[in-house]
């Protein structure tokens, strides 16, 4: 068939081309951006030789046996087989689980890797989560996380940091929650393409505008599979503090990235929980050479960081959705210009980002946590924890713990329970140098059963 077709195949063939180029050339944007490479900017810059020793780096994960690859992305099959053999080869610490599919059936992996994971999580143990790729052609995230994994893994009893992190925390990792946009996403592009294919899902959906929206209620808004499935998650599981990783700029941004203002930006949007956000976003900067100078990507934050609203308004986020639905606090990072920049370019990202990724997950043990039990040392799982001045709750798990992420400080913080008294306790002084354990017992309101009375 071919032979006897090939003059029309190939006028085929030519006419098609033709199209392409026609088609980037009436897009300049996206000509001038995949055009430019991304060693040519300025947040490579900061990188010298000596950063880039590679046992530094990785550590133990540096290893030839262990033949991790930093120069290029895994693509979504490789991850796969790459988070299971790590399950087979180390039960006891790694766990891979899918928290459900993409529209196009691909499973969005969760990656847990901690201390004795095979057994229930240990009372008090704090749950962490990295969230990447939710823009599938934010590709960064996803290369570091699939970096991450390794790092922490293959460091676990090798390096003291790593073991004290994956002893005291439960960590997930999911590398991308939009696989579909992932696979359709093309290397080198700094831009979306055209129609913003791969940044959005399988369906044409961008899932960081997909969900409820706390200043519009709308219950007619459809949710895509993806954000139904990541919504789940948020909502079941006691997670206390998450990164949502994203690209196209350089900065740490924090709650809220909405208002309830017609405004699109410019002014900040304010979050009970202010000051730790702030301090928790200056952290990441700080330790970031690419973000701290707080220049980059043609865009200008003080210090790298910023008020998500301040910036522009993202209705119906996810780094909202967490904070106002959970117990979850997520803060957004941006971390490359280019949203999916030449593998080559990844090591320079792993440099950049590094210390603040690991500075992060330590954030989970900040502020204070404990237990709200009753006189029978029984969990009081309806229990509540106020803090005086910050109007945001904190809901007890069914195992009776809380975790209060909070700035340093002194506090006076308030345990309180449909049918209890509450315990309040005054003076806590937060420095965030150890975590600081306050536990409260409630007593029943009328604790002896009433006499025959109504019935
Ligand atoms: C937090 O709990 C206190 C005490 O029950 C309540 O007065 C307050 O309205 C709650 N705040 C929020 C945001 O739910």
Request: charged letters at 25%.
């Amino acid at each position: 068939m071919v032979s006897k077709n090939w003059p029309l195949f190939f006028l085929g063939a030519i006419l098609f081309l033709l199209l392409i180029g026609f088609s980037a050339s009436r897009s300049p944007s996206l000509n001038r951006i995949s055009k430019r490479s991304i060693s040519d900017q300025d947040d490579l810059n900061f990188l010298d030789e000596e950063q880039t020793d590679l046992d530094e780096l990785f550590g133990a994960a540096a290893k030839p046996e262990y033949g991790l690859k930093i120069d290029s992305y895994l693509s979504y099959e490789k991850l796969d087989s790459l988070i299971h053999q790590l399950q087979k080869k180390y039960p006891n610490l790694v766990r891979v689980r899918s928290i459900g599919k993409s529209v196009e059936g691909r499973e969005l992996w969760a990656v847990q890797i901690t201390h004795d994971v095979q057994e229930e999580r240990k009372l008090l143990k704090p749950m962490f989560k990295y969230v990447a790729n939710m823009h599938g052609d934010e590709t960064v995230g996803y290369a570091l996380m699939v970096f991450l994994i390794q790092y922490l893994v293959y460091n676990d009893q090798v390096d003291d940091r790593v073991t004290k992190i994956l002893s005291s925390t439960d960590v997930y990792i999911l590398p991308t929650i939009n696989p579909d946009g992932y696979t359709k996403s093309q290397e080198g592009l700094c831009g979306s393409l055209e129609g913003y294919v791969g940044r959005q899902n399988a369906e044409g959906v961008d899932l960081n505008r997909n969900f409820p929206e706390q200043f519009e209620y709308n219950e007619d808004k459809v949710y895509a599979q993806e954000t139904k499935v990541i919504m789940q998650f948020i909502k079941t599981q006691p997670f206390v503090l998450s990164g949502n990783l994203h690209g196209g700029a350089i900065v740490a941004s924090y709650p809220y990235d909405s208002s309830p203002y017609e405004e699109n930006c410019c002014f900040e949007s304010k979050v009970p929980d202010r000051k730790f956000f702030i301090q928790l976003a200056r952290n990441y900067a700080n330790k970031n050479p690419m973000m701290s100078p707080g220049r980059a990507c043609g865009f200008q934050f003080d210090g790298g960081i910023t008020n998500g609203n301040n910036w522009y308004k993202v209705p119906g986020g996810m780094q909202d959705f967490n904070y106002v639905n959970s117990n979850c606090f997520e803060m957004t990072m941006e971390i490359s210009c280019c949203k999916y920049p030449p593998g080559r370019d990844l090591r320079a990202y792993w440099v950049a980002n590094k210390e603040s990724l690991l500075d992060f997950i330590e954030s989970t043990r900040k502020g204070i946590y404990g237990l709200v039990v009753d006189k029978e040392g029984d969990p009081v799982p309806s229990a509540k924890i106020t803090v005086q001045g910050i109007n945001k709750n904190i809901t007890v798990t069914s195992r009776g713990e809380y975790w209060r992420l909070l700035a340093p400080g002194q506090y006076t913080i308030t345990a309180t329970a449909t049918g209890y008294e509450p315990v309040s306790t005054k003076n806590i002084i937060v420095d965030n140098k150890e975590p600081n354990r306050l536990d409260f017992v409630l007593a029943k309101i009328n604790g002896r059963k009433r006499g025959p009375g109504r019935i």
